[in-house]
């Protein structure tokens, strides 16, 4: 978040952003003032956000559109922005498998030669900031030759059919030609909402960088890769399946693997040709290591009924589940002493972050889920990173985050589904009428 706020101050030319979910809280609305503000220096800032989970009101998108130097345009915009109660039920109604494209993507570019990616989108729950429920997640800094698979990726979305300007959706009226966002830096300059010690170590960016280079944990990696799904991805010539980019690359790079797996993914939903693909790498000797959430730390009961429904069947592929806590003590590494200090008690932790490491050499951080949804509706993106001292530094992350403190391992005999209320273990129950394929 504080790597974000500082660039974004100092950007010179352009900051290009392109997000699943963007919303109108805490972090939000003071990650908008930024943006403004670099607008207000020339800056032309570019926003690429997904429709269905759009928080924002068609009016106040259209004042921030109406700055000469920003433009937001929506992924796919047939959920909200735009659109009432009865258009929304039409369309799920009448295209079910186009109103669930989503883009899932999440960048972070500043002239075009520095960007952050991974599992974040902007809410506070992704930053530590929220009151009753946070995420565990991972993003990685990337700048050089990656950067340009980057803008071909943005450009490529930003250009696609599926990107709409906010203008053509919310008002035929000519845009704004003095817009007022006095409100917005009022609420940006009341301490309350962002605290001078936030501000403070917001400054102290590039001192926290250079402490990195000296421990060794900036790298200069050869081969990084950026890969990311096309736009519109599955062309619908099946209802799922074909045009998966991330998923082809992602089963070449575990075909490649000699000794191990290691794999961080929130939502965890097998086929029955996943679980076979899985089970032949553990007869080939590969040890595969999957963290996923618990039924107590996770925030989408429909994915854990997905999961749940397979998870003796994925045991018996000889890989290893282990569940995250929401009380794990790692979370106490995510939120700053500003919020320890605020909150009477702390907030639950789920895991969000998507990660992979092969072997002890390449890691893989993005937004893919072991899902049907990223496999064939979701457009996916992730970066590949060969580096063995990268790596290292992960699996000891991913290790910790499995140890008896921070996780479950799940056996055949044992899940702690028992640990939630009779009431949310019901609520999963339900959700078995959903479709697989869709979670």
């Not at 999440?106 to 974040?120: A, S, Y």
């Not at 009341?190 to 170590?201: L, T, V």
């Not at 089963?251 to 993914?265: E, G, M, N, W, Y």
């Not at 995250?324 to 590494?333: D, K, M, T």
Request: net charge neutral.
């Amino acid at each position: 978040m504080m790597s974000r706020a500082w660039l974004t101050d100092r950007a010179e030319k352009s900051i290009d952003i392109q997000y699943f979910i963007f919303s109108v809280d805490n972090i939000g609305l003071i990650a908008t003032e930024y943006l403004v503000r670099a607008a207000d220096r020339g800056v032309k800032v570019r926003v690429l956000i997904d429709d269905i989970m759009l928080e924002a009101k068609g009016n106040e998108l259209f004042l921030l559109a109406s700055h000469p130097n920003i433009d937001i345009k929506i992924y796919n915009p047939n959920a909200n922005v735009g659109k009432n109660i009865v258009q929304k039920v039409a369309n799920l109604a009448i295209d079910f498998h186009g109103f669930n494209q989503r883009m899932h993507n999440k960048i972070f570019v500043v002239d075009k030669k520095l960007t952050i990616t991974g599992g974040r989108n902007i809410a506070d729950e992704y930053f530590g900031f929220d009151h009753t429920y946070n995420f565990r997640d991972r993003d990685v800094l990337l700048a050089g030759e990656v950067s340009d698979s980057i803008n071909m990726s943005f450009e490529e979305y930003w250009q696609h059919d599926l990107a709409v300007p906010v203008q053509n959706l919310v008002s035929k009226n000519p845009l704004i030609e003095d817009p007022d966002f006095s409100k917005l830096h009022q609420y940006a300059c009341d301490p309350s909402n962002f605290h001078p010690e936030i501000r403070a170590q917001i400054e102290e960016v590039p001192n926290t960088f250079d402490q990195l280079i000296k421990q060794g944990k900036l790298q200069f990696v050869d081969g990084v890769e950026y890969i990311a799904d096309k736009p519109g991805k599955n062309d619908q010539e099946t209802f799922l399946g074909g045009g998966s980019v991330t998923k082809e690359r992602l089963v070449k790079l575990a075909t490649s693997a000699k000794q191990s797996i290691l794999i961080q993914t929130p939502y965890l939903v097998t086929t029955k040709a996943d679980r076979a693909f899985l089970a032949d790498l553990v007869n080939k000797g590969i040890d595969i290591r999957i963290l996923t959430n618990s039924l107590a730390s996770n925030d989408n009961l429909e994915a854990f009924s997905g999961y749940q429904r397979d998870r003796k069947a994925l045991l018996e592929t000889g890989v290893d589940i282990y569940e995250f806590r929401p009380n794990a003590q790692v979370r106490q590494r995510v939120m700053t002493e500003h919020m320890h200090k605020r909150l009477p008690t702390m907030p639950i932790f789920g895991l969000h972050s998507k990660t992979m490491t092969i072997d002890e050499h390449i890691t893989v951080i993005g937004t893919y889920n072991l899902d049907p949804r990223s496999a064939n509706l979701n457009t996916e993106s992730f970066t590949i990173i060969p580096s063995k001292e990268i790596t290292q530094g992960v699996r000891s992350r991913m290790l910790e985050e499995m140890e008896p403190q921070n996780a479950w391992r799940i056996t055949k005999d044992f899940n702690p589904d028992s640990t939630v209320s009779i009431f949310k273990r019901l609520g999963v129950k339900i959700r078995r009428v959903v479709p697989k394929s869709i979670l």
